[in-house]
C-alpha cells in the first residue's frame, strides 16, 4: 500500500483529523469533568487544548473558557467540535495579561515537554491563576514504562485509510514513543510522538517550588493515569 509521495510530519501534523476516532477516552474525559466540578470555577484556560472536546463540554456547562494549542493542525481540527476563542500557545512560555480560576491540561499533554521546560510550564501558570486558583493536570503513570516494554501494535481503518499504530517505551530515555503510519491514497504518511516520563515526586517538588500547595491522585486512571492539583 506504500505510495511514492511518503511523508514524515511532524506530531499532530495529520493525526490531529483523526484524534478523536483513535484516541478519545470518554472514561477519562469523565473523571476530569468530576474532579473540576468538584470546586466552583467561572474562568478556564485550557492549554494543549487538541480537539477541542474539553473546552466545548465546559463551554456548554456555562463556563468562560479559553483554549489553546501548540499546534496549528489541532487548532484547524477543533473547529468540528469547539465553538469558542482558541489561541495558537506555547504551553510553557505564554504571557496573556489575564487571570483564570483554573489552568486545565489533560490527555498527558505535559509529558510532551523537556525537563528543562517544566519549571516554566509551571511558573506561567500560577502567574496566570487568580488567588486561590487551581492548576489541574494529569500525566502517565511509571508503570506505562513496564506496560509497553514490548512494543504495542494496533492496526485498523479510519474512514477512508489504513493506519498502523505503534507504541514502545525507553528505559534510558523515560520515555513512551509512539510511531503512526496512515496509508492514504497518496502515499504513506508516517508522524513520532515522544513523551517523557516523569517521577511524580520530581514533580510535586517543582510545583511546591513555584508556590502550589499540591494534591496528588496516584491511580486516576488505574495503571495508565495520575492528576495533580495545584493550588495558589
Given at each position: 500500500?506504500?505510495?511514492?509521495?511518503?511523508?514524515?510530519?511532524?506530531?499532530?501534523?495529520?493525526?490531529?483529523?483523526?484524534?478523536?476516532?483513535?484516541?478519545?477516552?470518554?472514561?477519562?474525559?469523565?473523571?476530569?469533568?468530576?474532579?473540576?466540578?468538584?470546586?466552583?470555577?467561572?474562568?478556564?484556560?485550557?492549554?494543549?487544548?487538541?480537539?477541542?472536546?474539553?473546552?466545548?463540554?465546559?463551554?456548554?456547562?456555562?463556563?468562560?473558557?479559553?483554549?489553546?494549542?501548540?499546534?496549528?493542525?489541532?487548532?484547524?481540527?477543533?473547529?468540528?467540535?469547539?465553538?469558542?476563542?482558541?489561541?495558537?500557545?506555547?504551553?510553557?512560555?505564554?504571557?496573556?495579561?489575564?487571570?483564570f480560576d483554573l489552568v486545565l491540561c489533560i490527555c498527558d499533554s505535559l509529558n510532551?515537554?523537556?525537563?528543562?521546560?517544566?519549571?516554566?510550564?509551571?511558573?506561567?501558570?500560577?502567574?496566570?491563576?487568580?488567588?486561590?486558583?487551581?492548576?489541574?493536570?494529569?500525566?502517565?503513570?511509571?508503570?506505562?514504562?513496564?506496560?509497553?516494554?514490548?512494543?504495542?501494535?494496533?492496526?485498523?481503518?479510519?474512514?477512508?485509510?489504513?493506519?498502523?499504530?505503534?507504541?514502545?517505551?525507553?528505559?534510558?530515555?523515560?520515555?513512551?514513543?509512539?510511531?503512526?503510519?496512515?496509508?492514504?491514497?497518496?502515499?504513506?504518511?508516517?508522524?513520532?510522538?515522544?513523551?517523557?516520563?516523569?517521577?511524580?515526586?520530581?514533580?510535586?517538588?517543582?510545583?511546591?517550588?513555584?508556590?502550589?500547595?499540591?494534591?496528588?491522585?496516584?491511580?486516576?486512571?488505574?495503571?495508565?493515569?495520575?492528576?495533580?492539583?495545584?493550588?495558589?
Amino acid at each position: 500500500m506504500e505510495g511514492s509521495n511518503n511523508r514524515n510530519l511532524k506530531a499532530y501534523d495529520y493525526l490531529a483529523y483523526y484524534y478523536d476516532l483513535l484516541l478519545g477516552d470518554e472514561e477519562a474525559f469523565n473523571l476530569w469533568l468530576k474532579e473540576i466540578e468538584s470546586e466552583k470555577f467561572n474562568t478556564v484556560l485550557e492549554l494543549a487544548s487538541g480537539s477541542g472536546v474539553m473546552a466545548q463540554i465546559l463551554k456548554e456547562k456555562g463556563y468562560d473558557v479559553l483554549a489553546s494549542d501548540i499546534s496549528e493542525s489541532m487548532k484547524d481540527a477543533s473547529q468540528a467540535n469547539y465553538n469558542g476563542e482558541y489561541l495558537l500557545l506555547n504551553m510553557s512560555n505564554y504571557k496573556l495579561y489575564k487571570k483564570f480560576d483554573l489552568v486545565l491540561c489533560i490527555c498527558d499533554s505535559l509529558n510532551y515537554l523537556e525537563e528543562d521546560e517544566l519549571d516554566s510550564f509551571f511558573k506561567c501558570a500560577y502567574e496566570h491563576l487568580n488567588s486561590n486558583g487551581r492548576l489541574i493536570f494529569d500525566m502517565h503513570s511509571l508503570k506505562r514504562m513496564e506496560e509497553f516494554k514490548n512494543e504495542y501494535i494496533e492496526e485498523g481503518d479510519l474512514e477512508d485509510i489504513q493506519y498502523q499504530w505503534t507504541i514502545m517505551s525507553d528505559e534510558y530515555s523515560n520515555t513512551i514513543n509512539e510511531h503512526f503510519t496512515f496509508y492514504t491514497p497518496n502515499g504513506m504518511i508516517q508522524e513520532q510522538h515522544t513523551q517523557h516520563v516523569f517521577d511524580p515526586k520530581m514533580i510535586i517538588d517543582k510545583m511546591e517550588k513555584a508556590g502550589f500547595s499540591v494534591k496528588y491522585i496516584e491511580d486516576f486512571v488505574t495503571d495508565e493515569k495520575v492528576l495533580l492539583v495545584g493550588r495558589k
